[in-house]
């Protein structure tokens, strides 16, 4: 009975202690995602691109551009987070293993500035957004064996801004 009571404890205080350590692979961010460290996936080419329409009303955004090496089939891309903004991962057309995030910058909104409340009540509060990234990070969040992870990609490369023309400089229709 003795020996029974000592196994049980120690089971006890085993599966107390493994609760308390995580599997070593995740950091966790500030808002409670958790980072994995280890991808099931290598990395190709990563980089990003701003780009400007030759329009203000075409406006202007980057494009995140991210090539997967040693990727599966039960990997399932969905988002990428860059500059504040979180956006769906397209998969290019020309390359299975490549997807790429296009962001657009928004147009300045009117905010509304009244000593009423009620009135300032109509502007739409910032989202917060869960990861803090610098300029050249990013991170993308997948899908693998059911589960949600989400990785940091850091020392993306800038390409140079890509200015597109003001209008058709061959003046054909």
Known sequence: MNQLKTILGLLGVSILLFSFFNCGNTKMTES?????????????EVYFQEWIAGTPQGGSGTNV????????????????????????????????????????????????????PVKEAQNTPPKTFPFALKVD??????????????????NMERKPLLAYPASNPNKEN
């Open 65 to 116: 551009h991210i090539t997967f090496e040693n990727f599966t089939e039960d990997i399932v891309v969905q988002d990428i987070y860059f500059n504040k903004k979180v956006i769906k991962a397209q998969n290019s057309p020309q390359y299975r293993k490549q997807y790429v995030g296009y962001f657009k910058n928004e147009m300045a909104q009117d905010l509304v500035m009244d000593s009423n």
């Open 137 to 154: 990070e990013a991170v993308v969040s997948y899908l693998h064996k059911g589960k949600t992870a989400y990785y940091k990609i850091s």
């Open 32 to 44: 409670g995602y958790a980072l994995t460290e280890n991808p099931p996936f290598t990395l190709g």
